[in-house]
């Protein structure tokens, strides 16, 4: 039975053959830590600044490399800006469709330091007015976050929109951009974001234990550092370096994983977000055109044709979602999602947080449409057994 791997909004795979060659040559033929000053120690550093100038180009910023912060993930990124953005009396706005990497974060904030948070209600197909964002801001509004795409339904998310509100007012904009990374085209210079948040390990195709964090100008005024540690720079001053990337950025780095990491990204400018993001919507649009009209399957998030990442939620009445993710992966080698993905408020916008949440099937750049027949096969079958 062939394995088809359908969970790449939780970690991409397979990844480029280049991303797995840069890890087993830097581990086999460097091997060294940062900031030595020998052959190896040099080449180490040349890595990690490689893959900042690699990924500054992806985002736009080519002349602002320094503002990207290698984190161990999303998860990271997201707590280093939330904890170092956010003190006593302050007030946060972000949606119902943050990941629990935002939500547990803001809820420890509040416990600690009692800072309070408004969260804009989504509608049953995973949207947000930004109207909202902008009426739900008070003068203590210090920050709004918003995902950029949802992890549950896929819909894309205003951020432009959303994120002007947040600049006229001067309140700082954090994004999620977890889904979208790599897969969307996301420019820095142009859009309306102090902070951008995302793994590297997904859309960007490097290994797991990689995150980017980007603190634009405004934000690293505002923002103090999270943890504090060697950065090779000052080191005879206690105080942690206000330069970037070191007021962020302090010990060893994941330096195998960091030329992985630019490894995709080079595999992602070679061949064109735009392309890597058409691919997937028309895998999406296969998937959805298959399931549409079929007995008992329940489909959530934006109709067809709909801006969307290559992320689609469903349903099949009479199965929990867990017993389903289960079935496909024993009996036909297909490997999906299954629960509430760490998303409870998005579950409970699309109605479907008391059942137990979804079967999640997500699609990567090496995705192939007889993949996704293969699972709509398997799908028919599971759904005419009733």
């Known amino acids: 039975m062939r394995r088809i791997y359908l ?11 280049a991303v797995y060659d840069a890890i087993d040559r830097y581990n086999r033929q460097v091997g060294a830590s940062e900031r030595g000053n020998y052959a190896s120690g040099t080449q180490a550093t040349a890595a990690v600044r490689g893959c ?6 992806l985002f736009g910023i080519e002349s602002q490399a320094d503002r990207l912060i290698f984190t161990h993930n999303g998860t990271d990124s997201l707590n280093i800006a939330l904890h170092g953005l956010l003190a006593a009396g302050d ?19 509040k416990l600690r330091h009692g800072v309070e948070t408004t969260v804009v209600d989504a509608d049953a197909t995973g949207r947000v007015d930004p109207a909202v964002f902008a009426r739900a801001l008070r003068p203590s509004t210090k920050l709004v976050v918003l995902v950029h795409a949802s992890n549950v339904t896929g819909a894309v998310l205003p951020i432009a929109e959303v994120g002007e509100i947040a600049r006229r007012a001067g309140v700082l904009f954090l994004v999620d951009a977890a889904q979208t990374a790599g897969q969307l085209p996301i420019n820095l210079g142009d859009l309306p974001v102090d902070v951008l948040a995302c793994p590297g390990h997904k859309g960007l195709l490097g290994p797991l234990g990689t995150g980017v964090l980007y603190v634009g100008p405004d934000a ?22 206000a330069a970037l990337p070191y007021k ?4 060893n780095n994941n330096v195998p994983g960091i030329a992985g990491l630019e490894a ?15 691919h997937e919507k028309q895998l999406v649009e296969r998937l959805l055109s298959g399931l549409a ?3 008992g399957v329940r489909l959530y998030g934006p109709a067809a044709g709909a801006d969307r990442v290559g992320v689609v939620s469903l349903t099949i009445d009479g199965f929990d979602p867990h017993e389903l993710a289960g079935i496909l992966n024993q009996s036909f080698g297909i490997e999906v999602r299954a629960g509430l993905h760490c998303a409870p408020g998005a579950h409970r916008s699309i109605g479907t947080f008391e059942s137990g949440g979804t079967l999640r099937i997500s699609t990567g750049p090496f995705t192939t449409a007889d993949e996704i027949d293969a699972t709509l096969d398997a799908l028919r079958q599971i759904a005419g057994s009733t």
């Open 91 to 109: 007030h946060v706005v972000t949606s119902a469709l943050e990941h629990n990497s935002v939500v547990r974060p803001l809820h420890e904030l």
């Open 52 to 57: 900042r100038s690699r990924l500054a180009r």
């Open 220 to 241: 690293s005024e505002r923002m103090a550092s999270f943890r504090q540690g060697g950065t090779g720079t000052e080191s005879e001053d206690e105080m942690q370096p």
């Open 264 to 278: 995709g990204a080079a595999w992602l400018l070679e061949r064109d977000i735009a392309s890597v993001h058409q």
């Open 7 to 17: 969970d790449n909004a939780a970690t991409s795979f397979p990844k480029p053959d």
């Open 248 to 251: 962020y950025e302090s010990g």
């Open 293 to 295: 009209g079929l007995a």
